[in-house]
């Protein structure tokens, strides 16, 4: 049975929807999900998600150690978005945290932490998140006549999405902010986390068959040695048989 979906073109929209890439038609399917709300209120709820309270108030979370160190291979299912903001910025970075972790829950999609660590696990495929404040360098002179250098907040925001070779970063400007990004975050983190877990099935595959491989392998060699072993017990006994039948012809002339 062939699935239809239809979606609601914005205003101004001339794109021909049927020639969007996979990315701009899930960005489409998660702004007309009935059970996503993107819009990022102008305040705080009060009854806030677990998620966002722990990461409003970061000390009430207490991750086991073990020998006084924390072990990042581990995780728990409770914990904040990890976040390095200046105390001007917190409110407006909890109201989107607020607004893009619920998004993210309401499309089924859950969290993982472990210290100031945090995760979107999206089918089992683990994406780090990540908030910083982003700084431009200003100089100065200082009081005594020397030149200084010194970090001065934009107000922006980034949201940095995987780590490692896989680290994507989200930048404001003063004119487009992380409000207006929410969905193209979300379409990215569901398509990497689908690309990343059709890589990790063909490499399971691919190691599966490379172990019945070897098995095959393994299982000739046996063979090709009990047969061996067998061929050179053979000869030994021919020789052993030819041993014989000389001892005989000899006691025949005695």
Do not use: C, M
């Not at 009060?46 to 966002?52: E, G």
């Not at 945090?118 to 005594?144: N, P, T």
């Not at 690309?195 to 299982?219: A, C, G, P």
């Amino acid at each position: 049975e062939e699935k239809i979906t239809l979606y609601k073109r914005k205003e101004g929209d001339q794109r021909d929807l049927g020639e969007l890439s996979e990315f701009d038609k899930l960005k489409l399917e998660i702004e007309n999900d009935p059970k996503v709300n993107l819009q990022v209120p102008k305040k705080l709820s009060k009854n806030l998600d677990p998620i966002v309270k722990a990461t409003k108030f970061p000390e009430t979370v207490n991750h086991p150690k073990k020998d006084g160190i924390w072990d990042f291979t581990k995780r728990y299912n409770y914990g904040g978005i990890a976040v390095s903001v200046s105390d001007n910025v917190l409110p407006r970075t909890l109201r989107i945290i607020d607004t893009l972790v619920k998004a993210l829950k309401a499309r089924g999609h859950t969290f993982s932490f472990v210290h100031d660590r945090s995760y979107v696990v999206i089918s089992g495929i683990e994406i780090a998140l990540r908030f910083r404040e982003k700084h431009k360098r200003v100089e100065y002179v200082s009081d005594y006549g020397w030149k200084r250098s010194k970090l001065e907040s934009l107000g922006l925001l980034t949201l940095i999405t995987g780590e490692y070779s896989s680290k994507k970063e989200w930048n404001e400007t003063k004119t487009i902010f992380l409000e207006k990004k929410l969905s193209q975050i979300i379409a990215y983190l569901e398509i990497t986390a689908k690309e990343e877990l059709k890589w990790n099935i063909e490499r399971d595959k691919r190691e599966k068959e490379r172990k019945e491989k070897e098995e095959i392998e393994r299982q000739k060699a046996e063979i090709r040695g009990l047969e061996v072993k067998k061929l050179k017990a053979l000869i030994a006994r021919s020789r052993q048989w030819n041993e014989v039948q000389k001892l005989r012809k000899f006691l025949t002339y005695l």
